[in-house]
């Protein structure tokens, strides 16, 4: 069982950088591949990036990348995404994920998780 708590999130104006992180309970946190997510309201849950296991492979979606940056430090049991350049249409409830090995980045990208964070409001003003 692994729980994810998140935070970081907050209010920000466009152009802005916030960094979001997700401690990770349980001693098995290396071996998952963690990824983030982010549901708008009146909008569907979608992906922003995953990171693999060891943390030398990421996985993004169109609309952040080269924007948002995902590391992990496995030694604290913590993932982080660096958002910078935020723009309106970031403003979301961001969700931190967990997949458990074999799982690619693919498949997290496609919503394939073990576990969820309860989410973190990210609110971006123009």
């Known amino acids: 069982q692994v729980q994810l708590v998140e935070s970081g999130g907050g209010s920000v104006q466009a152009g802005g950088s916030l960094r979001l992180s997700c401690a990770a309970s349980g001693r098995t946190f290396s071996s998952y591949t963690m990824g983030w997510f982010r549901q708008a309201p009146g909008k569907e849950r979608e992906f922003v990036g995953a990171i693999n296991w060891v943390g030398g492979s990421t996985y993004w979606a169109d609309s952040v990348k080269g924007r948002f940056t995902i590391s992990r430090d496995n030694a604290k049991n913590t993932v982080y995404l660096q958002m910078n350049s935020l723009k309106p249409d970031d403003t979301a409830v961001y969700y931190c994920?967990?997949?458990?090995?074999?799982?690619?980045?693919?498949?997290?990208?496609?919503?394939?998780?073990?576990?969820w964070g309860q989410g973190t409001q990210v609110t971006v003003s123009s």
């Open positions: 994920a967990a997949a458990g090995r074999p799982r690619t980045l693919v498949a997290v990208a496609g919503g394939t998780v073990d576990y």
